[in-house]
């Protein structure tokens, strides 16, 4: 019998302390740890490994972590978790707009990296029974995780399809972001509304929706999102 393969967590910083720290974390709750100094090398590392979460510094040689990431989401829907500087929250909006899943302020707690590691892992890639049809023109295959838009197929994220995933389970229902952050993200670790908001931006923009007349993700403010029915 083919043994199972462990989980294995690419990460790439240029900095051997914060590397060897991570790796131990990791370790110890019995992932492969596979790591890289430099934005092209980790780029390389997704192709070559496939990886299931890649946590990723955006200050990298080579190129920097948000071109790393944009090249990966290019070939790959592996969850990233991106690092950044404290009070960089251009870094954090940037790095969600090219793909990243979550991320995480330096200097952090390695117990939080492993809990929002396996936040990432745990997400739900089922929908349950749908109550009402979907909007004309959306087309949406939980079991192949597929997306279409009027029969032309659409390339999303894995937390882009999670998301789209909670609200075809009941269309015409308003979703509240607390229940998108607790679903998506989990509930170890305190994420906030923006987190929610920026990935619902970029679902929107690959659905071709248009926030002001919506197709598809209706804003409900101050609530959350819900799945137009027609």
Known sequence: MEAIRAQRILVVDDEPPLVELVRGYLAREGFEILTAADGPAAVQMVR?????????????????????????RAFSDVYV???????EEIDRVVGLTVGADDY???PFSPRELVARVKALLRRSRTTGPRQAPLPAGLAFDAGRREVGVDGAPVS?????????????????????RSRLLHRVWGSEFMADDHLVDVHIGNLRRKLGDDPAAPRFVETIRGVGYRLRTS
């Open 81 to 87: 978790l991106m690092l950044t500087a404290r009070g």
């Open 104 to 106: 995480l302020v330096k």
């Open 156 to 176: 999303l994220t894995t937390t882009e399809f999670d998301l789209l995933a909670i609200l075809v389970d009941d269309p015409g229902v308003v979703v509240p």
């Open 48 to 72: 070559d490994e496939a990886p299931d979460v890649v946590v990723l510094d955006v200050m990298l040689p080579g190129f920097d972590g948000l071109e790393a990431c944009r090249q990966i």
